[in-house]
């Protein structure tokens, strides 16, 4: 059973670091590259926004405009996990945070669609 599972959220002051952590289970990293996306408050109507992908075979990261710099992709092989270190965060990085399996990276910052969600991480960035 594919199963995807997403910790590390919480409150933090504009400028402090979070690093969020997807926990797959049911596959391997090796297979299925990983991303990441979230959802900001009041705009559910737009879904969820890309972040960053990594790709599966060789672990290639991607990021959006808004977050590069800033935010860096990571992941562990052996614990079938991939990480999301945010630096300098601002108040507009608010949101629900999500992983998600993708086949490749280019699946998964081209807008394709996953099978394979987890369940989400809140993060706050508020004084």
């Known amino acids: 059973q594919v199963q995807l599972v997403e910790s590390g959220g919480g409150l933090v002051q504009p400028g402090g670091s979070l690093r969020l952590s997807c926990a797959a289970s049911?596959?391997?990293?090796?297979?299925?590259?990983i991303g990441w996306f979230r959802q900001a408050p009041g705009k559910e109507r737009e879904g969820v926004s890309w972040?960053?992908?990594?790709?599966?075979?060789?672990?290639?990261?991607y990021y959006a405009d808004s977050v590069k710099g800033r935010f860096t992709i990571s992941k562990d092989n052996a614990k079938n996990t991939v990480y999301l270190q945010m630096n300098s965060l601002k108040a507009e990085d608010t949101a629900v945070y999500y992983c998600?399996?993708?086949?490749?990276?280019?699946?998964?910052?081209?807008?394709?669609?996953?099978?394979?969600w987890g369940q989400g991480t809140q993060v706050t960035v508020s004084s």
């Open positions: 049911g596959f391997t990293l090796d297979y299925y590259a």
């Open positions: 998600a399996a993708y086949p490749s990276a280019y699946v998964c910052y081209s807008g394709g669609q996953s099978d394979y």
């Open positions: 972040v960053s992908c990594i790709g599966n075979s060789d672990g290639s990261p």
